[in-house]
């Protein structure tokens, strides 16, 4: 257990709902991530926070996705208008910063999406 | 841009030693990260390399080679435990800071 927490761990859903999903980080980390994995493939960069600031968000994030971090912990993901192109695990991952070039992610056990 | 490359799959048998080797294109580059990640599980941090040379961590080792654009992972007296897949990923000071992960290669540890 890396202290990073997400619900929920499944998620099935139709084509078309919306669905939200949760990260609560590691208490004392700042900055919070998430990523996009699918079978086979590494963690795919979706956006980041710094604080409560969304930093940078992919351009491959389509407008139907959005992420908060309203006071600077937990955060939420949210997917509009799903698509089956949309199924994949969603793993949050939070950090203390970087140090010396360094930033380690801590992930969480991830959210899997299953769009029907 | 920026891409990594990793071998898709090793296999080794219990006690060998593996090599994974990854290598990079990129400017503003900080330095190189692995990550292992079991079936079902969440990656985890193994070693950062930010300077040329060999990172010594217990069964692994890490290295980089700048000017190279590589570095590899050792794993050495492999364990069935060891059975996993291994991500490559580096961090881009001019891309936000954020880390991009490699494809992954799925190590398979034989009996």
């Known amino acids: 257990d890396t202290g990073v927490s997400q619900d929920p761990r499944h998620k099935i859903t139709k084509r078309g709902q919306n669905v939200t999903f949760r990260c609560d980080p590691i208490s004392e980390h700042n900055r919070l991530y998430w990523y996009r994995q699918t079978l086979g493939q590494g963690p795919e960069f979706l956006t980041y926070f710094q604080n409560e600031a969304q930093l940078e968000k992919s351009r491959l994030l389509s407008d139907r996705f959005s992420a908060e971090r309203p006071k600077g912990s937990f955060s939420t993901l949210e997917i509009q208008r799903t698509e089956q192109g949309d199924s994949a695990m969603y793993l949050c991952?939070?950090?203390?910063?970087?140090?010396?070039?360094?930033?380690?992610?801590?992930f969480g056990s991830g959210t899997q999406l299953s769009v029907l | 841009g920026q891409s990594l490359e990793q071998p898709s799959e090793v296999t080794a048998v219990e006690g060998a030693i593996v090599q994974i080797n990854c290598t990079y294109q990129?400017?503003?580059?900080?330095?190189l990260s692995w990550y292992q990640q079991h079936d079902g599980g969440a990656p985890t941090f193994l070693s950062y390399n930010a300077l040329d040379g060999l990172e010594e961590t217990g069964r692994f080792s890490s290295f980089l080679s700048r000017s190279d654009s590589y570095g590899y992972l050792l794993l050495q007296e492999l364990q069935m435990k060891d059975s996993a897949s291994y991500f490559c990923?580096?961090?881009?000071?001019?891309?936000?800071?954020?880390?991009?992960f490699g494809q992954g290669t799925e190590l398979s540890v034989k009996p």
């Open positions: 990129t400017s503003g580059f900080y330095g």
């Open positions: 990923a580096v961090y881009y000071y001019n891309q936000g800071g954020k880390l991009i």
């Open positions: 991952a939070s950090s203390a910063g970087r140090s010396e070039g360094n930033e380690k992610l801590f």
